[in-house]
């Protein structure tokens, strides 16, 4: 899986978001400013190229459905950004929030909350 420039997570994010549709059903579900429709257009054919999507031909209309999930896209690169930045260490990755006050008291509580949670579940 080949990492995404940031114009194509843009695009996938509104794919992801959509499910399956077109060029102009990708660009409505885009954040502004929103990138012109041939740019889009030209976008999801690469990721096509690049296996992120699939297309069929409906008449002279092009729909596409992902190939990836946004969570196995997540998975893939989190862990390699932390392998990278932080020594492989998501304590360390927290601790970096904490140190650049990105991250307080109470929501590095909610988060022990929820591994403990996911840990009886």
Known sequence: MEKLTKQEEEAMLAVWKTGEGNVKSFLENMDEPKP?????ASTIKNLEKKGYLHSVAIGNMYRYKPVVTEEEYKKKFMS????DYFDNSYKELVNFFVEQKKLSAKE????VDMIEKKGKG
């Open 80 to 83: 390699g950004f932390v392998k």
């Open 36 to 40: 012109p429709y041939t740019t889009l």
């Open 108 to 111: 590095l509580k909610e988060i």
